[in-house]
C-alpha cells in the first residue's frame, strides 16, 4: 500500500550550548544536501522518517547564535507542529530555562506537541534527577536523555516526537 505522506515543522528550543545544533548533525546523515538560511539566522533541514504506515517529512528548525526565547523572532515559531525542549544536564539553569522556552513557543503556535530532552548525558557532573522531575512536572511530561556525542537516544527523540505530530492521523 502506498505510504500517507505529511510535512511537519519543528523547532529545536533551548539556550546555547545545550547541543541543538549537533543533535540535528546527529539525526540527520544527508546533512549538507537539505540545508537553508533563512534571512533571520536559523537553518532548517529536512529529514524524512519512515513511521510504518505514514511518512513523514520533518522540516528542522534551528536557531543560529546564542538567542535566548525573549529576544527570539517570533517568524521563528510561526507554524511550527512541534518541538523539542533541549537543555544541557550538566547546566541546571538551562533546565529551569525551559519553563520559559515552552511558554513563548505555546504562546505562538497554540497547543502542539513538545518534548523535553536533557542532552549531554555522556558527560560528568550531571544535576540531580529531582531537580529533572521537578521540571519534567512542570512540562507536563518526562526528559528523553540523549548524547548527540554518542548517539545515545537521540533516534528515539526525534522519532518519538514525530509519533506525537502524527496522533490522531490514521
Ligand atoms: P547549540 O546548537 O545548542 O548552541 P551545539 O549547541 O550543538 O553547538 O553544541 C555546543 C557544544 O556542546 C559543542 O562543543 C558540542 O560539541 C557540545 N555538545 C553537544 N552535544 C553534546 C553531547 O551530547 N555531549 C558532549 N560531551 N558534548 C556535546 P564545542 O566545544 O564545539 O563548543
Ligand atoms: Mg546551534
Known amino acids: 500500500m502506498e505510504k500517507r505522506k505529511?510535512?511537519?515543522?519543528?523547532?529545536?528550543?533551548g539556550d546555547g550550548g545545550?547541543?541543538?545544533?549537533?543533535?540535528v548533525r546527529r539525526f540527520v546523515f544527508?546533512?549538507?544536501?537539505?540545508?537553508?538560511?533563512t534571512s533571520f539566522g536559523t537553518k532548517v533541514t529536512k529529514?524524512?522518517?519512515d513511521l510504518g504506515q505514514i511518512e513523514l517529512t520533518m522540516m528542522i528548525w534551528d536557531i543560529l547564535g546564542q538567542k535566548t526565547h525573549k529576544t527570539l523572532h517570533h517568524a521563528y515559531y510561526k507554524g511550527a507542529n512541534g518541538a523539542l525542549l533541549v537543555c544541557d544536564l550538566t547546566r541546571e539553569e538551562t533546565i529551569?530555562?525551559?519553563?520559559?522556552?515552552?511558554?513563548?513557543f505555546l504562546a505562538v503556535v497554540g497547543s502542539v506537541p513538545v518534548l523535553p530532552i536533557a542532552n549531554k548525558n555522556d558527560l560528568e557532573g550531571k544535576v540531580s534527577d529531582a531537580i529533572l522531575a521537578e521540571?519534567?512536572?512542570?512540562?507536563?511530561?518526562g526528559f528523553v536523555k540523549t548524547s548527540a556525542k554518542t548517539g545515545e537516544g537521540v533516534q528515539e527523540?526525534?522519532?518519538r516526537l514525530g509519533k506525537a505530530l502524527m496522533e490522531g492521523v490514521d
Not at 505529511?6 to 528550543?13: H, S
Open 30 to 37: 544527508d546533512f549538507f544536501s537539505d540545508e537553508y538560511l
Open 135 to 141: 521540571i519534567g512536572d512542570r512540562l507536563g511530561q
Open 6 to 13: 505529511f510535512i511537519r515543522k519543528i523547532c529545536l528550543l
Open 47 to 49: 529529514k524524512v522518517l
Open 96 to 104: 529551569r530555562n525551559l519553563i520559559g522556552w515552552r511558554d513563548d
Open 157 to 159: 527523540a526525534f522519532i
Open 18 to 23: 545545550v547541543g541543538k545544533t549537533s543533535l
